[in-house]
């Protein structure tokens, strides 16, 4: 066989394909979930709602998507993940182009909760039909590379709600979002393919890995998951806050509110996601625990530099968040990757979704309400202020986590 069509063979492998689709259902689901940030003081002009209101609405999205998760791990454990992944993105996309028809606050509330069901599904499944194409090793390099769609989908989320919203309404960035949701759905059942189960596990699926019982006494999945909770309540108040904030305290427009944060988390998202990546890669052919090790350095160094966002001078806060975000996307890939490996194939999908679970009910389900409500009662700066708490409790906790880390093909146990 030619190196060339072996090449091309890799190229267009079941594998790429299943993993260019995910990535680009992830890329549009973060893309609407990051709409209503962009664009909040427009939706509060039209529905006089309150920052707690506001809030709220990101609360509804998550509740639907925790009540909805643990039934979605169990199915994606005990049955193929191709048509859930493309029920979910088709029930996701609808809900999204409803908005177009949405004309009350508590409509919106509705609309933004049934979105989450749909998010319960790809976000769940991705990472395990993932895992089953590639192994131990090559997971945080893939994982990077799929989580990239989280900075590309919020930036352009942003930009789309404020470049976009304030031309042509609110209601019509989820509109034009919706269109491409529904085309890559049907590509997926065209071109997704569902892997074998576990074909590329190679660590030991011993009774804590590989039962539900196991998950919970777990100690690499546990703090894997509860520092990731403890990250996912800052990042979900800082994005879901910022324009606003920039808006507020830096005296930028909307649109320029919304253009700023977007630049920068693109920019950032991509170099700090790549660079996180791969030093853990790199660190992981001496240290097995990199991957818990590259997580807590990313949380520990984004600390100071938030002090800076939400109390320094007006002039710091864009050069101080540029810094901020690039610190805190570092642990994207190899956070994720630590938490798949630290379970096997056979309860993969019920430990996402109970990862999930947690990290919404511990983490961003909540932040931007409290966050609004703490706004209401004094100002948006000691509001955002609570999000660095939440990273001291997360950077302990993942410094904890890298003891437990599994040794990955066979490696010696490290001696503490």
């Known amino acids: 066989m030619s190196n060339s069509t072996l090449s091309k ?29 962009g664009e909040v003081s427009l939706i509060q002009k039209e529905f006089h709602s309150t920052d707690q209101q506001m809030g709220l609405l990101t609360t509804a999205l998550f509740i639907v998507y925790m009540i909805s998760a643990p039934l979605t791990g169990w199915l994606g454990d005990h049955f193929e993940r191709k048509p859930l992944i493309i029920g979910g993105a088709l029930l996701w996309s609808l809900a999204t182009l409803g908005t177009a028809w949405v004309h009350s606050y508590w409509a919106l509330f509705v609309r933004h909760g049934l979105v989450g069901v749909g998010e319960a599904t790809f976000g769940i499944f991705a990472p395990a039909v993932l895992a089953d194409f590639y192994p131990e090793r090559d997971r945080n390099r893939i994982l990077s590379i799929f989580y990239l769609a989280i900075p590309v989908g919020a930036a352009l989320g942003y930009v789309a709600g404020g470049q976009m919203g304030t031309l042509w309404g609110w209601r019509a960035p989820f509109f034009i979002c919706a269109i491409p949701g529904l085309a890559i759905a049907v590509l997926y059942g065209w071109l997704g393919r569902e892997p074998k189960r576990g074909a590329s596990d190679h660590v030991k699926a011993t009774a804590d890995r590989s039962t539900v019982a196991g998950l919970f006494r777990n100690p690499a999945f546990l703090t894997g998951t509860f520092g990731l909770a403890m990250l996912t309540f800052a990042m979900g108040g800082i994005s879901a806050w910022m324009p606003t904030f920039l808006n507020r305290f830096v005296g930028l427009s909307v649109s320029k509110a919304g253009l700023a944060v977007g630049a920068i988390t693109v920019v950032d998202g991509i170099a700090g996601t790549l660079v996180g990546g791969w030093i853990a890669q790199r660190w992981l052919k001496t240290n097995y625990r990199a991957l818990y090790l590259v997580s807590f350095w990313s949380v520990a160094l984004t600390l100071p530099c938030g002090v800076m966002v939400f109390f320094g001078p007006k002039a710091w806060a864009i050069p101080a968040l540029f810094v901020t975000e690039f610190f805190l996307f570092l642990n994207t890939g190899p956070l994720n990757a630590a938490i798949v490996n630290s379970v096997s194939a056979p309860v993969r999908a019920t430990a996402i979704s109970f990862n999930l679970f947690c990290i919404h009910a511990f983490g961003d389900t909540f932040s931007p309400t409290i966050i609004g409500a703490i706004s209401d009662r004094s100002n948006l700066s000691i509001g955002l202020g609570v ?7 997360s950077a302990v906790i993942l410094w ?17």
Not at 11 to 34: E, F, H, K
Not at 400 to 416: I, K, N, S, T
């Open 9 to 37: 063979r890799t190229i267009w492998s079941p594998a790429v394909a299943t993993l260019v689709l995910l990535i680009g259902l992830n890329l549009l689901n973060y893309i609407d979930r990051y709409i209503l940030p």
């Open 387 to 393: 999000t660095l708490i939440f990273l001291v409790i």
């Open 400 to 416: 904890v986590g890298a003891r437990f880390a599994p040794p990955l093909d066979g490696e010696p146990e490290l001696v503490v």
